[in-house]
C-alpha cells in the first residue's frame, strides 16, 4: 500500500528544473499536494499502532467512504486501499478490545519486504491464544497496514519501503 502523502519522484523531477521558470509555481503545488520530504517514520512501538482480532473487528463493509465509516457508532474509522487498484477507502471496525499495541513490542527486525514485530509475553501469549487460523489487523496512526496470521505470536507485515 503507497503511503498517500509520499510523492519523491515528484520531488526529485522538480529538484531538478530549479531554472525553469514555473518553478516556484511547481514547488508551491507540490507542497500543497503534500509533498516535499514529509514522508514520516513509522514507529511500530508506538501506542499509534494496533493489534485487532480480525474476527472480533467485523468490518461490515471493505470499501466505503470516510464519512459513512466514521458514521457507525462505537466503530473506529480507518483508512486503506481497495486491492489491487489502490484507490483509497475506509472501513469500520470494532476496535474496542485491542490484542495489542506498539507498547507491547519489543523487537522489530526485518528485511526489505516485511517488518516482523516480537511482543512481549503477555502480548504473544494473546496472540497465540487467538489460534492458528485466526487473523488479525494491524492499523497505525488510522491506517490499515494488513491482515495477518499471527504465527508463533509473531506478526509480519509489509516493511515501510515496500509500501512506496
Request: with cysteine; hydrophobic share 45%; net charge negative.
Amino acid at each position: 500500500m503507497a503511503e498517500m502523502y509520499q510523492c519523491p519522484l515528484v520531488c526529485i523531477v522538480l529538484a531538478r528544473m530549479r531554472s525553469a521558470p514555473t518553478f516556484a509555481a511547481l514547488v508551491g503545488l507540490v507542497l500543497l499536494a503534500g509533498c516535499g520530504g514529509d514522508a514520516p517514520d513509522r514507529d511500530l512501538r508506538s501506542d499509534r499502532l494496533t493489534i485487532l482480532d480480525w474476527a472480533r473487528a467485523s468490518p461490515r463493509a471493505l470499501c466505503v467512504t470516510e464519512d459513512a465509516a466514521r458514521a457507525e457508532t462505537g466503530r473506529a474509522a480507518v483508512r486503506t486501499q481497495d486491492g489491487p487498484a489502490g484507490k483509497e477507502c475506509w472501513i469500520a471496525l470494532d476496535a474496542t478490545e485491542p490484542i495489542a499495541s506498539g507498547e507491547d513490542v519489543v523487537g522489530v527486525s526485518g528485511d526489505n519486504d516485511r517488518d516482523e514485530l516480537r511482543f512481549d509475553a503477555d502480548a504473544r501469549e494473546r496472540l497465540i491464544a487467538l489460534g492458528t487460523d485466526a487473523h488479525v489487523g494491524v492499523v497505525y496512526d488510522g491506517r490499515l497496514l494488513d491482515v495477518v496470521f499471527p504465527k508463533g505470536g509473531v506478526v509480519r507485515i509489509p516493511a515501510a519501503e515496500a509500501e512506496d
